[in-house]
């Protein structure tokens, strides 16, 4: 009897061109891009000027993806590939849980998880809420805002500030730090100077962060950095580098990702009023609408960086040790073997397993404090800001551009029906 072999893995040798998909009209729309991707090439080979990456689009592939221990996350075990694509500088701000494998990443996790358990986070909500009422007092009197920077960066800086025991003072250095970052790709800056941009703003935070663990050392207080630096398991404490890095993640995932997923929340409602106002008639299903908005237009469309660490194979594709694979989280959240009509904002939609907050191993640890802000935050914008709208055509929002990491808003030009502060200027 033959044996037939089995049929070798597809291949994507021909490459495509990062200019053919990270255009402007991506940038303000990928989802059509990322359909065409899922029915196509769903694994495909992608070269921009930074780095070449496979990008995986479908929902059942970015799943089993995102849990594969063959896709490495160790910054240390990538050696060169991660130093060309984040330079010498980014290492002092990485050596995190995010950027590590078992049995680093358990260890580093177990620490931090002390922080966002369930009666911790609820415990944070008056906190919280006091936030958001202490926003929304000094926006509503005006009738009009830009929500990025009088809101949507705000909160949630305000929130992990608080968590991390960063003083109210120096928000203004770690928002300056971390909006280089994030807005990578504007201003005109070429990526050599993107990159140049962001290793001395890395630099500062580094800097920031080194000097705030030095202080908590000196003067323990009440909050999570203090909890890390007297930490101890059964493999010890965290280390300098460890410490530095581990708070800075915090406050960047914990503040960066939120900020953008309101502004993207705000704008999906007023961009589907028929939804919005359902909302507004039953404000009882705000958490419900927001799983359905971290669905339709999440602030991480992209997973961080893993590589493979042996050949496999991803959707029928051949993946080379060595490659980047670059997870599309938005692509698979517009899956239909996810939800029917993905393209559609359906707030009525129920539970669905959104990769929003990613899967496996590094499901993103902050999900209940997101959560917790996220629908806070609507609850009461709903409420005192009812005939909310834009102050621009939607076509003229400036979002991020296609080589931030980010998927958000550069401001969102608001206007509505001025109110004076209940009891009075605060």
Same mark, same amino acid.
């Given at each position: 009897?033959?044996?037939?072999?089995?049929?070798?893995?597809?291949?994507?040798?021909?490459?495509?061109?990062?200019?053919?998909?990270?255009?402007?009209?991506?940038?303000?729309?990928?989802?059509?891009?990322?359909?065409?991707?899922?029915?196509?090439?769903?694994?495909?080979?992608?070269?921009?000027?930074?780095?070449?990456?496979?990008?995986?689009?479908?929902?059942?592939?970015?799943?089993?993806?995102?849990?594969?221990?063959?896709?490495?996350?160790?910054?240390?075990?990538?050696?060169?590939?991660?130093?060309?694509?984040?330079?010498?500088?980014?290492?002092?701000?990485?050596?995190?849980?995010?950027?590590?494998?078992?049995?680093?990443?358990?260890?580093?996790?177990?620490?931090?998880?002390?922080?966002?358990?369930?009666?911790?986070?609820?415990?944070?909500?008056?906190?919280?809420?006091?936030?958001?009422?202490?926003?929304?007092?000094?926006?509503?009197?005006?009738?009009?805002?830009?929500?990025?920077?009088?809101?949507?960066?705000?909160?949630?800086?305000?929130?992990?500030?608080?968590?991390?025991?960063?003083?109210?003072?120096?928000?203004?250095?770690?928002?300056?730090?971390?909006?280089?970052?994030?807005?990578?790709?504007?201003?005109?800056?070429?990526?050599?100077?993107?990159?140049?941009?962001?290793?001395?703003?890395?630099?500062?935070?580094?800097?920031?962060?080194?000097?705030?663990?030095?202080?908590?050392?000196?003067?323990?207080?009440?909050?999570?950095?203090? +909890?890390?630096? $007297?930490? !101890?398991?059964?493999?010890? =404490? *965290?280390?300098?580098?460890? #410490?530095?890095?581990?708070?800075?993640? &915090?406050?960047?995932?914990?503040?960066?990702?939120?900020?953008?997923?309101?502004?993207?929340?705000?704008?999906?409602?007023?961009?589907?009023?028929?939804?919005?106002?359902?909302?507004?008639?039953?404000?009882?299903?705000?958490?419900?609408?927001?799983?359905?908005?971290?669905?339709?237009?999440?602030?991480?469309?992209?997973?961080?960086?893993?590589?493979?660490?042996?050949?496999?194979?991803?959707?029928?594709?051949?993946?080379?040790?060595?490659?980047?694979?670059?997870?599309?989280?938005?692509?698979?959240?517009?899956?239909?073997?996810?939800?029917?009509?993905?393209?559609?904002?359906?707030?009525?939609?129920?539970?669905?397993?959104?990769?929003?907050?990613?899967?496996?191993?590094?499901?993103?640890?902050?999900?209940?404090?997101?959560?917790?802000? +996220?629908?806070? $935050?609507? !609850?009461?914008?709903?409420? =005192? *800001?009812?005939?909310?709208? #834009?102050?621009?055509?939607?076509?003229? &929002?400036?979002?991020?551009?296609?080589?931030?990491?980010?998927?958000?808003?550069?401001?969102?030009?608001?206007?509505?029906?001025?109110?004076?502060?209940?009891?009075?200027?605060?």
């Amino acid at each position: 009897m033959t044996q037939t072999a089995d049929p070798a893995p597809s291949t994507a040798d021909d490459v495509v061109p990062g200019a053919e998909i990270y255009t402007p009209e991506f940038r303000a729309d990928p989802y059509p891009v990322y359909a065409r991707l899922r029915a196509e090439r769903p694994v495909v080979k992608v070269r921009t000027p930074r780095f070449d990456s496979f990008l995986v689009t479908r929902y059942d592939d970015a799943k089993q993806a995102l849990s594969d221990p063959r896709l490495s996350k160790d910054l240390y075990r990538a050696g060169d590939t991660y130093l060309a694509v984040f330079g010498e500088k980014a290492r002092q701000i990485n050596t995190n849980m995010l950027n590590s494998d078992p049995p680093e990443h358990s260890r580093l996790r177990r620490l931090v998880t002390q922080a966002f358990t369930p009666r911790r986070i609820e415990a944070m909500r008056p906190r919280v809420e006091e936030i958001v009422e202490g926003l929304l007092d000094r926006i509503a009197p005006r009738g009009a805002t830009d929500f990025v920077d009088d809101f949507a960066l705000r909160l949630p800086l305000a929130v992990i500030g608080d968590l991390l025991g960063i003083p109210e003072s120096d928000h203004e250095e770690i928002l300056a730090g971390t909006q280089v970052i994030r807005t990578v790709g504007t201003g005109g800056r070429s990526p050599q100077e993107d990159r140049a941009a962001i290793g001395q703003a890395q630099s500062r935070l580094h800097a920031y962060f080194t000097g705030l663990v030095a202080t908590k050392r000196e003067q323990p207080g009440e909050d999570l950095v203090s +909890a890390l630096i $007297a930490a !101890r398991d059964g493999d010890g =404490r *965290l280390s300098e580098a460890e #410490l530095v890095s581990s708070a800075f993640l &915090l406050l960047f995932a914990g503040y960066q990702t939120t900020s953008d997923f309101l502004g993207n929340a705000v704008v999906a409602l007023l961009t589907h009023p028929e939804e919005l106002a359902e909302l507004l008639q039953d404000p009882s299903r705000i958490p419900d609408a927001v799983e359905e908005l971290l669905r339709f237009d999440g602030s991480v469309p992209v997973s961080s960086f893993r590589f493979a660490t042996e050949d496999l194979e991803i959707g029928g594709v051949a993946v080379p040790a060595g490659s980047i694979v670059t997870i599309v989280l938005s692509a698979a959240n517009h899956d239909p073997a996810l939800v029917a009509d993905p393209d559609e904002l359906d707030l009525s939609r129920g539970p669905t397993s959104h990769l929003a907050f990613g899967h496996g191993i590094h499901y993103c640890l902050g999900t209940a404090l997101a959560r917790l802000e +996220a629908t806070t $935050a609507l !609850r009461r914008i709903l409420v =005192r *800001l009812p005939d909310l709208r #834009l102050d621009v055509p939607v076509e003229d &929002l400036q979002w991020l551009p296609a080589a931030s990491a980010f998927r958000g808003l550069l401001e969102l030009p608001l206007r509505f029906t001025p109110t004076p502060v209940p009891g009075g200027t605060r």
